[in-house]
């Protein structure tokens, strides 16, 4: 039943949420929801620890061979843990930001954060599907609605490219499911098959490009900086800490272990697309003004590496894949908290002209410097454990023979990192001050409470990393053992 209350809380309580007329009374019940989330999530990952994968499967379109199947593994459990972590931490953060209509926009959030939860944990094609959608409807609205100036010519490039990319996940669904024998949409059917060379050559483009668009990566990006931008950065925090991670589990959960062989064949192709948008993001990010722009840029160069990691197919590289995603969310959030207190105390995103505020808001400086090293992946913070897997199995890969030359060239990526990251700290904290920006205030203690909570995450699985590599290491063998095995 818990894996039933990930989704039916956030979507009950959404669905209420039209009804609350009040601003306060509109974003309390938002945080109680989200912490009441949290809280099954945690018992769902206890409960996990004791028993392992949590399941629930009840009828509900049999004459479709379609079930309300729900499965809940160590990979799952982990995203819906970022999930739950993620909303409570970002309604905490922007409290103090008002909305028109924020009965709506409370709403519409808790309603996206179910359908992520479904993403997740659907065992079953056709409910993947309904979740994915459901996910991504609020979001349309939030942005059109709540956005900025650019915001209907901007939502409408993103509904643009999420219904294509929707359009053909859903063909190379039910190809799959018409070639399933019985027709059905069971994740485990799917995994049974033993298609063709051709045949999984073509599921694996229809399905690839859907999840290519999602997270996104060179050349299907140019959506994402857009919406970043013009979204409200509550919900610019929900589309890049965890709404991208549905195209990297897509790949985890739907590409690679059910056309193995499509895999295997176009990997290095694909693995070529991964790194030149691991370089180009990263030369773009070097050269941004805009701190919107600059995190959209910094995200689609670590999401590049995740792609190359997933084709590199051993375990260190998958498993270092499934905690990434976790700490890139993690990472990538404190980066928007950051971001939003910038604008909204100092009325620019511009880092020329800004500058000097360590001096203004010390604490602010401190808490953005961890969260920037950690993005960064330095030893002892959270993303240094994921980052070292995924590179030493880029490096010893069995899919390719290239595997030194990849792991050589994606490791540019450290540098350029460092680069942009630490340019990014100086411009805006340190050096010469602007007049303008004098007398503002430091950072709010809602705010700063989310931001201590992303901290304390971050040093402790950099300290303590098993919390992680132990939740997910039976999902990644088993993620192996099929593409191994077809």
């Given at each position: ?178 070639q399933t024998p019985g027709q059905s949409f069971a994740l485990e059917a799917f995994y049974a098959l033993d298609l063709d060379k051709d045949k999984q050559q073509l599921v694996f483009w229809l399905l690839f490009l859907a999840f ?275």
């Amino acid at each position: 039943m818990i894996p039933v209350l990930f989704i039916l809380v956030p979507l009950l309580t959404g669905v209420a949420a039209f009804l609350i007329k009040e601003e306060k009374y509109a974003k309390g019940w938002a945080i109680v929801s989200s912490l009441v989330t949290l809280v099954v999530s945690l018992i769902g990952l206890a409960m996990f620890n004791k028993s392992g994968t949590l399941q629930f499967t009840a009828e509900w379109l049999p004459a479709l061979g379609s079930k309300f199947a729900l499965k809940a593994d160590g990979m799952s459990q982990m995203l819906c843990l970022l999930t739950a972590l993620a909303f409570p931490i970002i309604f905490i953060a922007t409290y103090k930001n008002h909305y028109k209509n924020p009965s709506s926009f409370y709403a519409l959030m808790l309603l996206s954060q179910a359908g992520l939860m479904g993403v997740f944990i659907a065992a079953d094609a056709l409910l993947f599907y309904f979740f994915w959608e459901l996910a991504l409807i609020p979001v349309y609205f939030l942005c059109s609605i709540w956005g900025g100036e650019r915001r209907i010519a901007v939502t409408f490039k993103f509904f643009i490219y999420t219904f294509v990319g929707s359009l053909l996940m859903l063909v190379g669904l039910i190809y799959l499911y018409l070639q399933t024998p019985g027709q059905s949409f069971a994740l485990e059917a799917f995994y049974a098959l033993d298609l063709d060379k051709d045949k999984q050559q073509l599921v694996f483009w229809l399905l690839f490009l859907a999840f290519a668009i999602k997270m996104p990566i060179f050349p299907f990006h140019t959506w994402q900086p857009d919406t970043y931008e013009q979204s409200p950065t509550a919900v610019t925090m929900v589309l890049s800490g965890i709404m991208v991670k549905m195209g990297v589990f897509g790949l985890i959960r739907w590409v690679v272990p059910v056309v193995p062989l499509g895999s295997w064949i176009y990997g290095d192709r694909i693995s070529i697309i991964a790194i030149i948008s691991i370089l180009y993001a990263s030369l773009i990010a070097i050269k941004q003004d805009d701190l919107k722009r600059f995190v959209a840029y910094s995200s689609i160069a670590h999401i590049g590496l995740m792609c190359l990691a997933i084709f590199a197919t051993n375990s260190s590289s998958m498993q270092g894949v499934m905690i990434q995603m976790f700490n890139h969310g993690i990472n990538i959030i404190g980066l928007w908290i950051v971001v939003d207190l910038i604008e909204q105390r100092y009325g620019t995103r511009k880092m020329s002209q800004l500058g000097g505020l360590a001096k203004q808001a010390p604490s602010l400086a401190i808490l953005l410097v961890i969260v920037a090293l950690a993005n960064v992946a330095l030893p002892l913070t959270n993303a240094f454990v994921g980052e070292f897997m995924m590179f030493n199995g880029i490096f010893s890969s069995p899919a390719t023979e290239f595997g030194w030359i990849f792991a050589a060239v994606a490791g540019l990526s450290v540098i350029f990192s460092a680069w942009y990251t630490l340019n990014m700290i100086q411009r805006v904290f340190y050096g010469s001050g602007q007049t303008a920006l004098a007398g503002v205030q430091g950072i709010g203690l809602n705010a700063k409470l989310a931001m201590v909570v992303l901290v304390i995450i971050i040093v402790v699985i950099g300290v303590y990393p098993s919390l992680l590599l132990d939740v997910t290491r039976s999902t990644s063998d088993f993620i192996l053992s099929k593409m191994f095995t077809k």
